[in-house]
């Protein structure tokens, strides 16, 4: 089995979303997407719309995502990336 990705630094998380856009990652084991338009930041765990949250862009995003109690800011060395 292939480990996952893991992001090096709170920077590098940054720049995929910014980059990229789509990121699928897991945490404790539950599985979160994240879509970002440009503008808006958009992230639920798969599968289930009812738990989407919507920030104003990357820093809201960073600054105020709680994940299991922790700020996605502090945690973000932890998550197992699926596919970005």
Do not use: A, W
């Not at 590098?12 to 699928?24: A, R």
């Not at 997407?33 to 820093?59: A, H, M, P, R």
């Amino acid at each position: 089995m292939i480990p996952y990705d893991k992001y090096k630094n709170l920077d590098e998380f940054i720049i995929d979303i910014d980059d990229i856009g789509e990121i699928i990652f897991k945490h404790l084991g539950k599985e979160y997407s994240l879509y970002f338009d440009g503008e808006k930041v958009f992230i639920s765990e798969s599968c289930k719309q009812e738990t989407e949250q919507v920030f104003n862009g990357i820093d809201d995003f960073i600054n105020n995502f709680i994940l299991d109690g922790e700020p996605i800011k502090d945690i973000v060395t932890e998550l197992d990336v699926v596919s970005h």
